[in-house]
């Protein structure tokens, strides 16, 4: 198993590093140095700290306090790639004064497009210090307030029993695995081990979303990611396991108010 660590920007107010992990890893206990929010832009992984575990993927945010220990998980086959933003410790300061970055949270579709899309700029040197410096920050005071799902600004795992946290976690992990692949409740209650009703009645408690919409939200984000590098729509919509052209666009209309015009446009601005 081998990682990747990029850095895409590094001013005096933050950094920005494109983390790419291909297979396997197990785990070992890291440390971070410095407040850091973790985005994902495909595959999954799973953190466990104290004795509490999370699962970042393209819909749920992670993020660590300087010195907080943890240890992360790198079990999907097809990898992982997440986009890690650090700020200064200065900065970090004034976070935490206006409620902190969230543990984990729902990624609502404007945070993840504005993250893809300033990966995008960096990667083409696009962006100038300043506007990836505005963007970066304008990411972090999106996530400082959406920091739970059901908009308490407290993070909806505390309530939960272990076992139902590992149910929705494994869930989670199946359907990240291949967000193309076709599912229904019945498949997938079976090989998490649990009956249907109690599996969709569970995941909507814990995630505030229900698994239809949760797993139509990992498609079409996807499919985001190639709009942006400019992939064909035609394509695209094979890949990410809609029916048609049209089903994909309507998707993420539906999502972000955009056309896949609109969004291969920006990839390329």
């Known amino acids: 198993m081998a990682i990747a660590v990029t850095t895409l ?55 660590f306090r300087a010195g907080e220990p943890y240890v992360a998980r790198h079990g999907a086959r097809t990898g992982d790639r997440t986009t890690v933003i650090a700020p200064s410790p200065e900065l970090a300061a004034e976070l935490r004064g206006g409620g902190g970055l969230p543990t984990h949270a729902l990624v609502p579709a404007a945070l993840d497009l504005a993250h893809r899309r300033l990966v995008r700029g960096l990667e083409r040197d696009r962006l100038p210090a300043l506007e990836a410096e505005e963007l970066g920050l304008r990411i972090l005071e999106m996530a400082v307030g959406g920091a739970s799902a059901d908009g308490s600004g407290t993070s909806r795992w505390v309530t939960i029993r272990p076992a139902h946290r590992r149910l929705v976690r494994r869930t989670i992990e199946l359907m990240a695995g291949d967000p193309s692949a076709p599912l229904d409740l019945r498949s997938l209650a079976h090989r998490v081990g649990v009956s249907p009703y109690h599996l969709s009645r569970t995941f909507r408690r814990v995630v505030g979303l229900t698994l239809s919409r949760y797993h139509a939200r990992l498609r079409v ?47 390329s601005s």
Do not use: K, M, W, Y
Request: with cysteine.
């Open 221 to 267: 984000r996807a499919a985001i990611e190639g709009l942006l590098a400019g992939v064909p729509i035609a394509a695209l919509a094979q890949e990410a396991g809609f029916a048609d052209q049209s089903h994909l666009a309507h998707a993420v209309r539906a999502e972000l108010d955009l056309t896949p015009g609109q969004l291969r446009r920006l990839g």
């Open 9 to 63: 920007l590094r001013t005096p107010l933050l950094a920005i590093q494109d983390v790419r992990c291909d297979g396997d890893r197990d785990g070992i206990v890291e440390c971070s140095v410095l407040d850091v929010l973790v985005l994902a832009r495909t595959g999954s992984f799973s953190v466990r700290r104290r004795q509490d575990e999370q699962l970042v993927d393209a819909n749920r945010a992670l993020a």
